[in-house]
């Protein structure tokens, strides 16, 4: 039997508060050395250096983006704002690129959210959604046909254009059912140990996925007509950076 851990006390919180600001201090003053950790013209192109300190900015954009995808109801858009922030593009403008032939069932616990009724028509379109060269994320997307403008399944069918600027004219509403970090820069626990000391020369390792959100899109009339699942690459952190 697993027993709980007993409640921190005043004095124990107020240690572990001064031990974060002891590493919040740490990497104030490492900032100027980041640069001299790994030269700029040993760093490969949009690559992040593998220093504690390039892993907490990693971190804080990573959740800074995750958060905005958050708090807005048109990923699109919001992949749109953030390609433009960071000089990813010019114009920064999101194309959708539809993968031929791809197939996906829709999963059960989707089905039972879109309120399908029986023999209900239900399309699958699987994009990749890119700002210039980057492609910044996988979208999987089960729509209901039927609970769209007939303009709309022609847009859908015929051209690129990516869903959420399709369907726009629904005045369309965003329930997010998960938003799951896939990987991160720092281990659990990273600000209650002491920062890494050692200068590397080795870029972070960001793998192809970081990021993923599974949600329902409701119309303005609180109708459910889409189940979206939304992977996050690499490329979201692979703009030009400073030295």
Excluded at 1 to 30: F, I
Excluded at 217 to 223: D, F, M, Q, R, T
């Amino acid at each position: 039997m697993h027993r709980r851990a007993p409640a921190k006390t005043t004095s124990e919180m107020s240690q572990s508060r001064r031990v974060v600001w002891r590493h919040v201090g740490s990497l104030v003053v490492a900032l100027p050395l980041l640069s001299q950790a790994w030269p700029l013209s040993a760093r490969p192109p949009n690559a992040w250096p593998g220093s504690y300190t390039a892993k907490v900015e990693a971190l804080a954009l990573l959740q800074s983006f995750n958060a905005d995808l958050l708090s807005h109801d048109s990923a699109t858009l919001t992949l749109e704002r953030w390609c433009g922030a960071h000089a990813m593009a010019a114009p920064p403008k999101i194309t959708a690129h539809v993968v031929s032939g791809a197939q996906a069932p829709l999963p059960d616990d989707l089905r039972e959210r879109l309120k399908l009724a029986r023999g209900e028509k239900i399309k699958y379109r699987q994009v990749e959604l890119r700002c210039g060269d980057h492609t910044l994320s996988i979208a999987d997307n089960w729509y209901v046909p039927s609970r769209l403008t007939r303009a709309m399944n022609r847009l859908l069918d015929t051209t690129t254009t990516p869903f959420g600027k399709v369907v726009q004219p629904l005045h369309f509403r965003r329930q997010t059912l998960s938003a799951q970090m896939l990987w991160s820069p720092l281990p659990d626990g990273w600000e209650m140990s002491p920062p890494e000391s050692v200068p590397t020369q080795e870029p972070l390792m960001i793998p192809p996925r970081i990021l993923q959100h599974r949600a329902i899109l409701y119309s303005g009339a609180n109708v459910p007509f889409s189940a979206v699942r939304e992977t996050y690459t690499d490329q979201v952190l692979r703009f030009s950076r400073n030295p």
